[in-house]
């Protein structure tokens, strides 16, 4: 294997997709649990909260376990023949994101959502416009939990290893591609390839910022 030979590049679009995927279904998942959670009142809400802090914390082999276990051939959805693909290691990273960034938006909205909810009652904005309101004052929350989960999905090596098999050609990625080159005693390639995946991660970072400031621009502009 040779660095930025067709294999490692298809390694790094897969990364690419998956993270990005998985990091995009875990906040239309996250963002509107974490601000319904703050608003709502249940029978049971800290026992949701302290699990959802559990979640937080997951070890990512008992996530790809889990997953594993209900996507095997004996396992309850194995007639999906989901394991060892693209599709098992986007639910194994949603089932650890998700729970991160529905925790971040959730102490966000605790600290500051019936204050911005008070004063959207007090101008007389409807639901749909105070809802808005939150996420439009909440927005840099919101994007700290986005970001943080794409952290998390970055990183990830467990859960996708086991669900995912780490295939050539197939589900193997760079945290994987990186974990097999240091078991094969190749640190330099390893090392460069470490690089390459923070890289790119700086590299989404810094797009995302940027497209938030614009989209502020335009909205104070407007």
Not at 71 to 94: D, H, K, S, Y
Not at 114 to 122: E, S, Y
Not at 182 to 199: K, P, S, T, W
């Amino acid at each position: 294997m040779e660095l930025f030979d067709a294999e490692i590049l298809g390694i790094i679009g897969l990364t690419l997709r998956m993270t990005l995927l998985s990091t995009a279904i875990s906040a239309i998942i996250g963002i509107p649990l974490g601000l319904w959670l703050d608003r709502a009142n249940f029978a049971g809400k800290r026992l949701v909260v302290l699990i959802n802090r559990t979640l937080m914390a997951s070890p990512p082999v008992v996530v790809g376990l889990v997953v594993y276990l209900i996507f095997m051939r004996n396992g309850p959805l194995g007639f999906l023949r989901l394991l060892f693909t693209f599709e098992a290691m986007v639910i194994a990273q949603v089932l650890l994101i998700t729970p991160i960034i529905c925790g971040i938006v959730y102490v966000a909205a605790g600290r500051n959502a019936a204050r911005i909810r008070m004063f959207a009652v007090t101008m007389g904005a409807s639901k749909r416009q105070t809802r808005f309101l939150i996420i439009k004052e909440l927005s840099n929350e919101i994007f700290f939990a986005v970001i943080t989960g794409y952290g998390r999905a970055m990183s990830e090596v467990g859960a996708i290893m086991i669900v995912g098999g780490n295939i050539r050609y197939h589900t193997r990625t760079m945290t994987t591609t990186i974990s097999l080159l240091r078991n094969r005693g190749e640190i330099e390639q390893a090392v460069v390839l470490g690089v390459v995946l923070m890289l790119i991660a700086l590299t989404v970072q810094i797009i995302a910022d940027f497209l938030r400031k614009r989209e502020r621009r335009l909205d104070e502009n407007f």
